[in-house]
């Protein structure tokens, strides 16, 4: 079992910038996806960013050119870096982690969560 527990949401003005951390504790040797979702009020979660072990990633088209997942292997630690934050972007967001690949572009896939940190856009 994988414990997730994500930092570095609050509020932001927009065209301002956030970086998010997810740490991984826990059985972390079989993670083969890790990502981001969202969720904002009144709508479905979505998945916002994913990467592989090996390093492909893939982005929702909303955030392309914008978002950016990396990895710290050695820390267990995956981020997502937030540039020109528009206020549609407010959400709760969500680390994830996922026994398979394809963790990257289904959520159903993604087998842990974290509780989520609060992202807020100001216009």
């Known amino acids: 079992q994988v414990q997730l527990v994500e930092s570095g949401g609050g509020l932001v003005q927009a065209g301002g910038s956030l970086r998010l951390s997810c740490a991984a504790s826990?059985?972390?040797?079989?993670?083969?996806?890790m990502g981001w979702g969202r969720q904002a009020p009144g709508k479905q979660r979505e998945l916002v960013a994913g990467i592989t072990a090996g390093g492909a990633r893939n982005y929702a088209d909303s955030v392309k050119g914008r978002f950016t997942i990396s990895t710290d292997n050695a820390k267990n630690t995956w981020y997502l870096q937030m540039n020109n934050l528009k206020p549609e972007d407010t959400a709760v967001y969500y680390c994830?982690?996922?026994?398979?690949?394809?963790?990257?572009?289904?959520?159903?896939?993604?087998?842990?969560w974290g509780p989520g940190t609060q992202v807020t856009v100001s216009s």
């Open positions: 994830a982690a996922g026994a398979s690949a394809l963790g990257v572009v289904n959520s159903d896939y993604l087998d842990s």
């Open positions: 826990g059985s972390s040797f079989n993670i083969h996806s």
